[in-house]
């Protein structure tokens, strides 16, 4: 029986681990060749090789416009195509305002949004070739309700929103679909380093759901937005966050 994304090659930026790594590993049980790209080639490739599937691992630095262009030259090397494209680079140090350096405003921008910029941008033109494709921008809600000691980020992701809603005006009639998600704070080893536990309460007090949002969460809606079940959604953003934004 034929998987849902048989053969469709997906890009997923930094995927080498963390929530990218379980989004890979879930779309390659689907059937879906995934390209792995993480800042370093070792942790990718063995990502890359422990998948189900066809796949390439490929070392990129989405904030470094070269990288993303010798990535998207090894994805036509290796496939000529590329059917959805996953952006989920992205970094978020906690620092309050008042303590917040020059250096690390930039740090966040660079990753979490000029990167995406850069990896589409270099993933587009093989869409916009093929005249089909899928670019799914991972937001946050801290783009849309901010958050204490979230200046940076939370601007950098209520700039992927922006990004979001304009590129996708601009690709739909070339049938490539843009869309978002907007996850409220996935539980994982990154988010326990980066957050106080109180804070982590306060916010599971404040979710409807009653608890924090978990990796797998994310996986069906990731895999419906790169499905044809979802040609005629468009420049939306999708909130993933048990009712915490509720709008």
Partial sequence: MEK????????????????GRSIAE???????KIVVMGRNYDTAKAAADALPTDSLAVRCDVSIEQDTLDMAKAVMDKYGRADALINNAGIFPVKLFEEMTLEDWNAVMAIDLTGMFLATKAIYPIMAEQK??????????????????FTHYSAAKGGVIGFTKALARECARMNIQVNAIAPGIIETE??????????????????PAGRLGRVEDLHGILSFLCSPESNFIIGQVIAVDGGFTMI
């Fill in 26 to 32: 879930y779309l390659a049980n689907e059937g879906a």
């Fill in 132 to 149: 089909s494709g899928k670019i799914i921008n991972i937001a946050s809600v801290s783009g849309r309700v901010g958050g204490v000691g």
């Fill in 190 to 207: 990154m988010a326990r380093t980066n957050f106080p536990a109180f804070s982590l309460k306060e916010q599971t007090r404040a979710t």
């Fill in 4 to 19: 849902k994304h048989q053969d469709k090659v997906i890009v997923i930026t930094g995927s080498s681990r963390g929530i």
